[in-house]
């Protein structure tokens, strides 16, 4: 299957900096890339979707001032958390879909701690 | 709007034996995908099983089969000979039927435990 790779896979930041997390299609290109946060023994709650080239769709409830997503290439999309807080403390995981399939692949996530 | 709702919120197994997890959803589309994904300790999400709407033969992948039934809305994932590596989060997930730009919606997921 495809591979999607993201980075980091664990960070631990100080209230208030900001902390990017990469997300990176390894053999294929995307168009759209899916940005998902995670609660213990919780399902999935997509965030937003990325486009690439154009702006970013926040679901509802999302703050996009503090989730900030660049897609900025085929291959890459980042999920900026700008001053992060305790609250912020999480598992972010992203997904991407090549354009000839219709299965997501998804990283193996980023498990954020804000101190 | 889609729903997907997993009603077991935890299942056990013994090693060896059948299991299945059941999911339902509701659409109002015709033409649409289902999957099964795997959500191991690891947190790595894994595709077990997809399913496209329009086929009516169950989708089988090894050990690993659904029942499709499209009236009914169901989609349950039967896991045959279970194996300790099964024991994971299975989500069950809906998508329309259009680009790849299109996003999943998924259940609250089904823990299970493979009993030794």
Redesign the interface.
């Known amino acids: 299957?495809a591979v999607v790779s993201q980075h980091p896979s664990w960070v631990i930041c100080k209230s208030g900096t900001s902390v990017k997390i990469e997300c990176r299609s390894l053999d294929f290109q995307?168009?759209?890339m899916?940005w998902y946060r995670?609660f213990p023994?919780?399902?999935?709650m997509?965030m937003a979707?990325s486009?690439e080239g154009s702006k970013a769709t926040y679901e509802q409830g999302v703050e996009k001032d503090k989730f900030l997503i660049n897609h900025a290439s085929l291959t890459l999309s980042t999920l900026t958390v700008t001053s992060a807080h305790p609250e912020d403390s999480s598992?972010y995981?992203c997904?991407a879909?090549?354009?000839?399939?219709?299965?997501?692949?998804?990283g193996?996530?980023t498990r954020l701690s804000v101190l | 709007a889609q729903t997907v709702t997993q009603s077991q919120p935890e299942m056990s197994v013994q090693e060896a034996e059948t299991v299945t997890l059941s999911c339902t959803y509701d659409t109002s589309e015709s033409d649409y995908?289902l999957?099964w994904?795997k959500q191991p300790p690891?947190?790595?999400?894994?595709?077990v099983i997809?399913q496209?709407a329009y086929k009516q033969q169950n989708a089988t992948e090894n050990r690993f089969s659904v029942n499709f039934q499209k009236a009914a809305k169901s989609f349950s994932l039967k896991i045959s000979d279970s194996q300790l590596g099964d024991a994971a989060?299975y989500?069950c997930a809906y998508?329309p039927?259009e680009?790849?730009?299109s996003?999943?919606t998924?259940?609250?997921?089904t823990?299970l435990t493979v009993n030794p």
């Open positions: 299957g995307a168009t759209t899916f995670q023994k919780q399902s999935l997509l979707t486009n598992f995981i997904s879909s090549p354009s000839s399939m219709n299965v997501q692949y998804f193996a996530g | 995908y999957f994904y690891s947190r790595q999400m894994i595709l997809r496209e989060m989500f998508r039927q680009t790849s730009g996003r999943l998924f259940g609250e997921g823990q």
